[in-house]
């Protein structure tokens, strides 16, 4: 599975819904480590303050990752 092209690797990944399988899954091996835990583990949720104008910005000049975020916690 290793040989796959990272994008498939990276679909794979979209349709985990757990944070729990989703660190199973980048723990079998580094490639999938690289793939997994940054872009899906990291922007699945977002914690965060409506006025932290960086995290909005970071998001909308990366789409991909913008892509990814199925929940958004706004703080007081």
Excluded: N
């Excluded at 796959?4 to 690797?9: C, F, G, K, M, W």
């Excluded at 793939?35 to 409506?50: G, K």
Aim: with cysteine; proline share 5%.
């Amino acid at each position: 599975m290793v040989r796959l092209p990272t994008e498939l690797i990276d679909h794979v990944v979209s349709q985990l819904d757990s944070r729990t399988d989703i660190l199973a899954f980048a723990l079998t091996c580094r490639a999938f480590k690289c793939i997994a835990i940054p872009s899906h583990l990291e922007y699945r949720i977002l914690r965060v303050h409506p006025s932290r104008s960086a995290v909005w910005s970071h998001l909308s000049w990366r789409p991909a990752l913008a892509g990814r975020v199925r929940a958004v916690h706004l703080l007081d």
